[in-house]
């Protein structure tokens, strides 16, 4: 729902269309707050292990090759699935989107709890992948969010607020 809504009365001779002042509410605030700790929650996860690659492969006994795929998964499925994840975005709006990418982040964090027995590697790689698919729902969120809850002069402001919660934890 934009509430930044444009009134076309278009009155006799050409009369520029009515613009309706843009409702803003103080709720938007803990929408971009609680948007930036979810973008937060999933950037985190994106360098789990490779920042600690000698610990994880000792403990898994996988290659370092393995462990970089941990990282690189993200870059390989955002290629593909942004299309369709930003076809959602537009076509079902941010709500459900969002609701996805937040789904998919919890469901690839509970099975990535499952890999905690040192031949369960495979397990934490399934979830650390779903948690990837799910980074699609989130980077093209800070725009749509901004434009369509924040008033003109605070669009800008707002999608950096919204961008700054995937590069928090980078």
Same mark, same amino acid.
């Given at each position: 729902?934009?509430? *930044?809504? @444009? @009134?076309?009365? +278009?009155? %006799?001779?050409?009369?520029?269309?009515?613009? @309706?002042? *843009?409702?803003?509410?103080?709720?938007?605030?803990?929408?971009?707050?609680?948007?930036?700790?979810? !973008?937060?929650?999933?950037?985190?996860?994106? +360098?789990?292990?490779?920042?600690?690659? @000698?610990?994880?492969?000792?403990?898994?006994?996988?290659?370092?090759?393995?462990?970089?795929?941990?990282?690189?998964?993200?870059? %390989?499925?955002?290629?593909?699935?942004?299309?369709?994840?930003?076809?959602?975005?537009?076509?079902?709006?941010?709500?459900?989107?969002?609701?996805?990418?937040?789904?998919?982040? *919890?469901?690839?964090?509970?099975?990535? %709890?499952?890999?905690?027995?040192?031949?369960?590697?495979?397990?934490?790689?399934?979830?650390?992948?779903?948690?990837?698919? !799910?980074?699609?729902?989130?980077?093209?969120?800070?725009?749509?969010?901004?434009?369509?809850?924040?008033?003109?002069?605070?669009?800008?402001?707002? *999608?950096?607020?919204?961008?700054?919660?995937?590069?928090?934890?980078?």
């Amino acid at each position: 729902m934009n509430n *930044c809504n @444009e @009134e076309a009365n +278009v009155g %006799v001779g050409g009369a520029l269309p009515k613009i @309706e002042k *843009c409702k803003v509410y103080k709720i938007r605030w803990l929408v971009l707050a609680i948007f930036v700790v979810y !973008s937060a929650s999933n950037a985190m996860q994106w +360098v789990q292990y490779s920042i600690i690659s @000698e610990v994880i492969t000792n403990y898994y006994k996988v290659s370092t090759d393995w462990v970089n795929w941990t990282s690189m998964i993200y870059m %390989v499925l955002y290629i593909p699935f942004i299309f369709p994840g930003s076809y959602i975005l537009d076509k079902l709006g941010l709500r459900v989107s969002v609701i996805i990418g937040i789904i998919g982040t *919890c469901a690839g964090s509970w099975i990535k %709890v499952g890999s905690v027995h040192p031949d369960r590697f495979w397990v934490g790689f399934l979830g650390h992948s779903i948690v990837a698919l !799910s980074q699609v729902f989130i980077l093209s969120v800070p725009a749509r969010l901004a434009a369509v809850w924040f008033g003109p002069s605070q669009v800008s402001s707002a *999608c950096s607020i919204g961008v700054f919660g995937n590069q928090v934890n980078t």
